[in-house]
């Protein structure tokens, strides 16, 4: 059973381009959650999806960052006009259990992104 | 609102000794959960060990095990038999009973040889 997947492992955007990361759950997990890392510190929760639902997003910044996770396909966490304030390592983690009550997160390799 | 306090920014351990990372948390909810991630420099996420609020017993797992003191809001880590490949970035994290996860800023942990 595959772990969960990111791509691209690395990104790298100049100030003002977009950036796209994407997350692949494991097999049979419905839930999908993204964190940001910044250097030197603990993990913070940005949004909480299920398949084509949002269900809580009260760590994504006002603008600029939006989240999806279609029917089908991976989750897709988007950055627009990147500054260099973004640069941190994103990491998706995805979870089985559906309809409440939490479950073990399965954390992806991350995706390191750089904002020149 | 939920914290999470790690107050040892770093710490040593000699290889084969027993070493004890301290965690805080603070919630007015009942129902919750407590995590040790590992962060190794690969940057991979590897959970150490979980403990649901309810159960008073203390989890193990092999050679790491907690001590959780519900009242005092306290949840520390003990690794007995320290290895070389200890070594790694650990947090501390609560979860309620709905999805995310809130984590502490880290501890690094150093193995002496």
């Known amino acids: 059973n595959a772990g969960v997947m990111q791509n691209p492992r690395h990104l790298v955007r100049r100030r003002g381009q977009e950036a796209r990361l994407r997350c692949s759950p494991m097999k049979g997990h419905s839930h999908v959650y993204w964190y940001r890392q910044l250097p030197e510190e603990g993990l913070k929760f940005m949004v909480y999806l299920q398949k084509e639902n949002i269900i809580d997003e009260s760590g994504m910044p006002k603008e600029r960052f939006s989240a999806e996770f279609p029917k089908e396909g991976p989750s897709i966490l988007r950055i627009q006009q990147v500054v260099r304030g973004d640069s941190a390592a994103y990491f998706c983690?995805?979870?089985?259990?559906?309809?409440?009550?939490?479950?073990?997160?399965?954390f992806g390799p991350g995706t390191r992104l750089t904002v020149l | 609102a939920q914290t999470v306090t790690q107050s040892q920014p770093e710490m040593s351990v000699q290889e084969a000794e027993t070493v004890t990372l301290s965690c805080t948390y603070d919630t007015s909810e009942s129902d919750y959960y407590l995590f040790w991630y590992k962060q190794p420099p690969s940057r991979q996420m590897i959970l150490v060990i979980r403990q649901e609020a309810y159960k008073q017993q203390n989890a193990t797992e092999n050679r790491f095990s907690v001590n959780f003191q519900k009242a005092a809001k306290s949840f520390s880590l003990k690794i007995s038999d320290s290895q070389l490949g200890d070594a790694a970035m650990y947090f501390c994290a609560y979860s309620g009973p709905y999805g995310k996860i809130i984590f502490g800023k880290g501890t690094r942990l150093h193995i002496l040889p």
């Open positions: 983690a995805s979870s089985p259990r559906s309809g409440g009550h939490t479950d073990t997160q399965y």
